[in-house]
């Protein structure tokens, strides 16, 4: 931690010397003088001040980047776009997600930077009717006929990120913002730190390896779950059976990064290397799947309890259902993960090509459920690179209820994309276990910075629903999302894809669905 004000503290020592030697011996000296003092009160003013991390971690160097963006702001996302170990955002959204995380966005001039002739491009239509918006906090209640303890939960909410994956300090600082917003944060598969408790509601999020409430063998251990799920913080439960960026994988966490915090926290060994299985083994089939989530709804009291999945395959989730139906038990909600998000390092081939997009997740969850006749009983969610008002406004119309978002409230917290997750050498001290990168993250600064993003996006979402004339965000429907599916045309979400009526699978399936419905079991996920 020393090492940067020591390097700082040696340009001083420098830039007294030169101007010694200045005084004393040459003129010539005077410019180099000049130019090491300079460096010198930059460097201590970047190791004081706390708006910007990565200049407490790089002093002086670290103005290079602004530098280049100041310069030309595509060198840097030249340089993301052309590394093939992430999908970043683009550089529009991103810097709609700084500026409304600094309180700093604004109009901008010119117009958007997007071509709206594009095949693929989606938009949505105003109305002559357009109004204020009058509500720009709108709640969701989480809670089907057997759930006690019901839970409001806001429109956009922090995804999935566990502590290890995230340092300590971007941790709290996400908790903080949720409690000052009011929204909830999902603590990620690797349980409850101390730094998720700091007044921010909590999803508990319980993956395969069952950290926080597994036993000496990794299986799960109904005491530890219910001690947690007792804390006042945690208002609904998630249970994990997959993830976007690595569907049909379990995480890994190497035993460097196992310090003691991290193991007490997921009740493994400190300095082992902890491997999450792919698959969980509290349960094998869509019925013990039901029963699972029955048994934590009872332990906990009565609080939601759902599961979260990136969509392998229909049958496996008309499985599902067949199992919500056959037990009477069903989810109080549902998450869906798209495989375009994750915000941590997966093996390429499976980040590429292993798992359903969002939106094809989504609305086979929704019609599902809908066919099903079970969509009145569970909320969705939606989790995959949301970081506007638009894309809120977008995953409603395509059949969520909610949203959350990782990358986006990363970046809120100071993320820059320097993909170097995996590496532990995280520049800004958020995705990294280093102790001087990590602390350099200022937990006060980054808190208002998350809160100011959630409640502006959510606030730009309620204005698009009142700027079409609509009286809330339950209005919304397939028909009001468009997109360019050619050149010279477009077409409407209810247009492209099939709809199913309320239990219409159940009555009289539609050719499209009818072999899936008929492969699908509840005694075994197909």
């Given amino acids: 931690m020393l090492i940067r004000p020591l390097i700082v503290a040696g340009v001083w020592i420098l830039g007294f010397g030169a101007t010694t030697l200045a005084l004393t011996r040459t003129d010539w000296w005077t410019v180099p003088a000049v130019l090491l003092l300079l460096s010198a009160a930059v460097g201590t003013w970047d190791l004081v001040q706390r708006r ?210 991290i193991a007490a926290t997921r009740g493994v060994p400190v300095g082992r290397t902890v491997v999450s299985p792919p698959a969980h083994g509290a349960f094998k089939t869509p019925i013990e799947l039901l029963e699972f989530i029955g048994t934590l709804r009872r332990l906990s009291g009565g609080k939601p309890v759902g599961f979260k999945l990136c969509v392998g395959t229909r049958t496996e989730f008309l499985s599902i259902c067949k199992g919500m139906l056959v037990t009477g038990i069903a989810p109080d909600f549902v998450i869906v993960d798209g495989a375009e998000g994750g915000t941590g390092a997966a093996p390429q081939e499976f980040e590429d090509h292993v798992g359903m997009p969002l939106t094809d997740g989504l609305m086979l969850v929704h019609n599902s459920l809908v066919g099903t006749g079970l969509r009145d009983r569970i909320k969705i969610g939606a989790s995959g690179k949301v970081a506007t008002g638009v894309d809120i406004v977008s995953r409603v119309c395509q059949g969520a209820d909610f949203t959350l978002s990782a990358r986006a409230m990363m970046f809120a917290v100071g993320c820059i994309q320097a993909l170097k997750c995996h590496t532990n050498r995280c520049p800004t001290g958020v995705a990294t276990q280093d102790p001087v990168r990590a602390r350099a993250l200022d937990i006060v600064d980054k808190t208002t910075r998350v809160f100011n993003f959630q409640t502006e996006t959510v ?68």
């Fill in 459 to 526: 606030a730009s979402a309620a204005q698009i629903v009142a700027s079409m004339g609509l009286n809330g965000f339950h209005e919304l429907s397939p028909a009001m999302l468009n997109r360019r599916t050619e050149r010279h045309g477009t077409r409407t979400y209810a247009e492209i894809y099939d709809w199913l009526m309320p239990g219409e699978l159940l009555d009289d399936p539609p050719e499209s669905w009818l072999s899936d419905w008929i492969e699908s079991s509840a005694e075994e996920f197909r």
């Fill in 52 to 261: 910007h991390t990565i200049l407490r971690v790089y002093p002086i160097l670290g103005h290079v980047r602004f530098l280049m963006e100041l310069i030309r702001p595509e060198i840097r996302q030249y340089f993301i776009e052309s590394n093939t170990e992430a999908s970043p955002f683009d550089r529009e959204t991103r810097d709609m997600v700084y500026g409304r995380a600094k309180g700093t966005k604004g109009d901008e001039p010119f117009g958007t930077e997007r071509d709206v002739n594009a095949v693929g491009h989606e938009y949505l239509c105003h109305s002559l009717r357009a109004r204020f918006a009058d509500d720009l906090d709108p709640r969701v209640r989480l809670g089907g006929p057997d759930c006690t303890q019901p839970y409001d939960i806001a429109l956009l909410n922090v995804s999935a990120m566990s502590f290890g994956a995230l340092s300590a300090n971007a941790i709290e600082a996400l908790n903080a913002g949720a409690a000052r917003g009011g929204f909830a944060h999902d603590t990620g598969e690797g349980g409850i730190s101390p730094y998720h408790l700091r007044g921010g509601d909590l999803i508990w999020e319980i993956g395969s390896g069952y950290f926080g409430c597994r036993d000496a063998e990794g299986r799960f251990d109904p005491i530890a779950f219910t001690e947690k799920a007792a804390m006042p913080s945690v208002k609904a439960v998630s249970v994990k059976l997959s993830q976007g960026a690595k569907p049909g994988l379990g995480g890994v966490l190497p035993g460097a990064k196992v310090n003691e915090e």
